[in-house]
Nanobody
């Protein structure tokens, strides 16, 4: 089986930073494209950032441009998401997702292209 487990969520003040981690178990992430998506109450699932591990290709959701970095931790078989300059509107449940193989530029930031999902971690930006 293939599991994705998110961690690192919590409460952070506006302007603060937070690092999320997605650890994979059951399979090595080498052949995968991994993405972070978020969903706020009453809203659809939105792209945060994605990474094709084999090619290094990335995409960033429009709401997070310039404020997020996605990277791989080879030793832990995990993907990290560093977020900065957080705003109250960034409050959401953040999900890690994976899809084996390469995605093109039209699908790498598209949640419907991903087949495996974690349970999510809550991020709340509030003073």
């Amino acid at each position: 089986q293939f599991w994705l487990v998110e961690s690192g969520g919590g409460v952070v003040p506006p302007g603060g930073s937070l690092k999320l981690e997605c650890e994979a178990s059951g399979r090595i992430l080498n052949p995968y494209t991994v993405g972070w998506f978020r969903q706020a109450p009453g809203k659809g699932r939105e792209a945060v950032a994605s990474l094709d591990i084999r090619t290094g290709t990335t995409c960033t959701g429009p709401s997070m441009k310039g404020r997020v970095t996605i990277s791989r931790d080879n030793a832990k078989n995990s993907i990290k998401l560093q977020m900065s300059s957080l705003k109250p509107e960034d409050t959401a449940v953040y999900y890690c997702a994976a899809r084996i193989g390469q995605l093109n530029i039209f699908t790498i930031c598209n949640a419907t292209a991903y087949t495996d999902w974690g349970q999510g971690t809550q991020v709340t930006v509030s003073s």
